[in-house]
């Protein structure tokens, strides 16, 4: 800092960090501790056998990655290509460790900070999609969190991470 500088007093900044997404017209968020990094889109190898919502493989930093578009996973619509739609990398937890797992999520460009406890359950049986967690609701609407550790049912968690499976 140059001697003309003045740092900036520190706030207090209460709350959580989320990385803030879109799929259709709603908003979902990401914990900022599930997520490794935020890279642009990549060509994908096409897993054989995996459900659709299942984009491929891509190798980042040596490693084998999956990854998965939350669009058609939700919605069966995949995530519309534009400059914002992002691959998120996150930490999929698997017999006590993390995977890499990547996530390709539309408009990934926005943060929210808010209260873990704000975040409340809104009474409706998610059914398949175990891992739409509680709401939280600001002046824009409501923005859904997402459970990264529920986005994958046994068999594709299987099919994904063969070398893990049944380690301890």
């Not at 998965?68 to 534009?82: E, M, N, T």
């Not at 409706?124 to 859904?144: I, K, S």
Request: glycine share 10%.
């Amino acid at each position: 800092m140059g001697p003309n500088r003045t740092r900036a007093p520190a706030r207090s900044v209460r709350g959580g960090l989320y990385l803030q997404f879109r799929m259709g017209g709603d908003r979902y968020a990401l914990d900022v501790h599930e997520v490794v990094e935020v890279l642009p889109l990549r060509q994908m190898k096409q897993v054989p056998e995996a459900p659709p919502w299942v984009a491929g493989v891509f190798v980042h930093r040596g490693v084998a990655v999956p990854a998965l578009d939350l669009g058609v996973l939700a919605f069966g619509q995949p995530a519309q290509v534009r400059t914002s739609t992002r691959l998120v990398l996150v930490d999929y937890p698997l017999h006590g460790r993390t995977r890499w797992l990547g996530l390709i999520l539309e408009q990934a460009t926005d943060t929210l900070r808010c209260r873990t406890d704000e975040f409340r359950d809104y009474g409706l049986d998610q059914g398949r999609a175990r891992y739409l967690g509680p709401v939280y609701q600001d002046r824009e609407g409501l923005v859904q969190r997402i459970r990264v550790a529920d986005l994958l049912p046994d068999e594709v968690r299987a099919l994904l991470f063969p070398a893990t499976e049944g380690a301890a």
